[in-house]
């Protein structure tokens, strides 16, 4: 039966790793399960949705003390419900960021 988390690909083992909105654009310590329990781990700022972090020899054990790696691809996600003071803060974020992805959409090649 598969597992509900981690998929096997080889000796490797793959997973998406959900994140926070804050977490991807700040950079975090989060802990993360693994075949072994839970670890820690440092997401880059910056981290995008896809981006694959890999810890070696975090993966299936392939005999003689060798393992694979653990691939973790990262997801971002956006909370559907926010409190009164989540979205005081993202309206007041708006106001303030410069950063527009679609920039290049409008203007052309």
Do not use: W
Not at 51 to 66: E, K, T
């Amino acid at each position: 039966e598969p597992h509900p988390f981690f998929q096997l690909q080889g000796s490797d083992v793959f997973c998406r790793l959900p994140i926070t909105p804050s977490e991807a654009a700040l950079g975090s310590t989060i802990e993360i399960p693994t075949l072994d329990g839970p670890q820690r781990t440092t997401l880059p700022q910056g981290a995008q949705t896809g981006q694959m972090i890999r810890l070696v020899g975090r993966g299936y054990p392939v005999g003689q003390g060798q393992r694979g790696d653990l691939l973790l691809e990262l997801e971002v996600v956006v909370p559907k419900q926010l409190s009164d003071r989540e979205k005081a803060i993202y309206e007041e974020l708006r106001q303030v960021e410069r950063f527009n992805p679609r920039a290049h959409l409008l203007t052309g090649p």
